[in-house]
Nanobody, 120 residues
Framework: QVQLVESGGGLVQAGGSLRLSCAAS??????MGWFRQAPGKEREFVAA?????YYADSVKGRFTISRDNAKNTVYLQMNSLKPEDTALYYC??????????????????WGQGTQVTVSS
């Protein structure tokens, strides 16, 4: 099994930036993705990295996903944060097809989440 641990969340003002990290217990051969979930809302796709990178329209141009394979770590750089970005952010690993990279059920391993709160 792969264990994932997220870090880097916090409280920031609108327009600010945060960098989330996801450390894996071992080297993986998986797609790595970021999802988020706000109270009362369904879990939604944010970004994923495999051969290519993928972004939800709501974060495109503001968020960047990257990987450091030597450290078994994936990052999510979040800029120009908005109150609508407030959510619990999860790191995930899986082997989705290219058509299903945004589907959370395609990911087998999940971290516990890190909270991001953006004030107005």
């Amino acid at each position: 099994q792969v264990q994932l641990v997220e870090s880097g969340g916090g409280l920031v003002q609108a327009g600010g930036s945060l960098r989330l990290s996801c450390a894996a217990s071992t080297r993986t051969f998986f797609f790595m993705g970021w999802f988020r979930q706000a109270p009362g809302k369904e879990r939604e796709f944010v970004a994923a990295s495999g051969v290519n990178t993928y972004y939800a329209d709501s974060v495109k141009g503001r968020f960047t996903i990257s990987r450091d394979n030597a450290k078994n770590t994936v990052y999510l750089q979040m800029n120009s944060l908005k109150p609508e970005d407030t959510a619990l952010y999860y790191c995930a690993a899986g082997r989705p097809t290219a058509e299903l990279v945004a589907v959370y059920t395609e990911y087998k391993y999940w971290g516990q989440g890190t909270q991001v709160t953006v004030s107005s």
